[in-house]
């Protein structure tokens, strides 16, 4: 079984940087045809896309946050991580990482949903001085 654990601050102060790494258990992601995605849940929204990062290193990014999202990856570790720059306090969210098959993931950047593929728990982050 695929699980997935986000971690990282909890608390980031305006206009800094946002980094946050998702570790992945059960499976690798350099293998089978998924995407590795960040999502986040703003308090009293829904869910919105962030990007991903394919087991070929292929990467796309929300419009929205384009300029100021990258996301990476530590094979070594099974590990992908988000960075996300100058932030406000518009950032505070819960952010989820999830591994979502290639097959599904054009729906899934305009719908993310938990019925795909394979969720971490969430991590609450704050911004704020």
């Known amino acids: 079984q695929v699980q997935l654990q986000e971690s990282g601050p909890g608390l980031v102060k305006p206009s800094q940087t946002l980094s946050l790494t998702c570790t992945v258990s059960?499976?690798?992601?350099?293998?089978?045809?998924?995407?590795w995605n960040w999502i986040r849940q703003p308090p009293g929204k829904g869910l919105e896309w962030i990007g991903y990062?394919?087991?070929?290193?292929?990467?796309a990014y929300s419009p929205s946050l384009n300029s100021r999202t990258s996301i990476s990856r530590d094979t070594s570790k099974n590990q992908f991580t988000l960075q996300l720059t100058s932030v406000t306090p518009e950032d505070t969210a819960v952010y989820y990482c999830?591994?979502?098959?290639?097959?599904?993931?054009?729906?899934?950047?305009?719908?993310?949903?938990?019925?795909?593929?394979?969720w971490g728990q969430g991590t609450q982050v704050t911004v704020s001085s």
């Open positions: 990062i394919t087991y070929r290193e292929n990467r």
């Open positions: 999830a591994g979502v098959p290639l097959s599904r993931i054009a729906a899934f950047m305009s719908d993310p949903t938990k019925t795909w593929g394979y």
């Open positions: 059960g499976g690798s992601i350099t293998t089978g045809a998924y995407g």
